[in-house]
């Protein structure tokens, strides 16, 4: 479904931020990437709309190079590539319906049905009873939900995710992930998350099984697993 296809990015001054990237992505996966601060991984994410222009590569999606679309063409795929950010980018003079419908006015649907659409979503991201609240109102786990609601307003393929959790406590990081595995499990939308948080992973692959010969050789939680492998092939594997 995305395919990046030896993507080289160079910020000014000489700074390779990705250099001959070649990756692919399946439509329906639920994707981590991780990395350290200036590894590249908002860089890789930005491509992926075309936020971030590579100096050389292709960026297949759907088989099409986003590179070289322009104009309506471009908005058109784009609008199938959604977006959370960390800082949540709600707009603050408008409520949170209202934050739902922007993107929803901006592609020319009709205020009824931009309502009875975002009303459905609000539902969706489990707040039906904020529609009328203002960012200001809401805790940062409420508007991280505001915001994947607009992110979903267009119907995208993909929600790329950007530290998306980054600034959330602990139990509303849990939340925020199980709603995105279930958007991701219900709607078929492919994720892609950049986080540095590891309880992230722990929290999406809760538990993890190492198969030998068509046996399961191990059980566990990642981190259990990992740390710590109790069979030979969990050794193998994590060696
Ligand atoms: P990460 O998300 O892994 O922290 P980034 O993709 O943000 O990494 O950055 C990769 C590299 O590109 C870093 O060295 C960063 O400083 C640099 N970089 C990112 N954005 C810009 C920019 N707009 N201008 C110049 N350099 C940038």
């Known amino acids: 479904m ?19 990237v070649n990756v692919h992505i399946d439509k329906g996966e639920f994707v981590f990437v991780l990395g350290h601060s200036g590894a590249g991984k908002s860089t890789l994410v930005r491509c992926i709309n075309v936020l971030e222009r590579p100096e050389s590569g292709r960026i297949l999606f759907h088989g099409e190079n986003l590179l070289e679309l322009k104009g309506k063409a471009l908005r058109a795929q784009r609008r199938k590539i959604s977006m959370i950010f960390q800082s949540f980018n709600l707009l603050d003079q408008r409520t949170a319906l209202e934050n739902i419908c922007f993107p929803l006015e901006l592609a020319g649907v009709r205020g009824k049905e931009a309502r009875r659409k975002a009303a459905q979503l609000l539902e969706t991201v489990g707040l039906p009873d904020k529609a009328d609240a203002y960012p200001v109102q809401l805790s940062g786990g409420q508007k991280q939900r505001i915001a994947i609601a607009r992110a979903l307003a267009s119907d995208p393929e993909v929600l790329l995710c950007d530290e998306a959790t980054s600034a959330l406590d ?22 892609i998350l950049i986080t540095h948080q590891m309880s992230v992973i722990e929290q999406i692959c809760h538990r993890v099984a190492i198969l030998d010969q068509g046996t399961v050789a191990e059980i566990g939680t990642v981190e259990d697993v990992f740390s710590n492998p109790a069979s030979p092939a969990g050794r193998r594997l994590v060696s």
């Open 2 to 20: 995305i395919d990046f296809k030896n993507v080289t990015k160079v910020y000014d001054p000489k700074i390779v931020a990705l250099k001959d």
């Open 170 to 191: 602990p139990q509303t990081t849990e939340s925020i992930l199980a709603l995105l595995q279930k958007i991701n499990r219900e709607r078929g939308i492919t994720v």
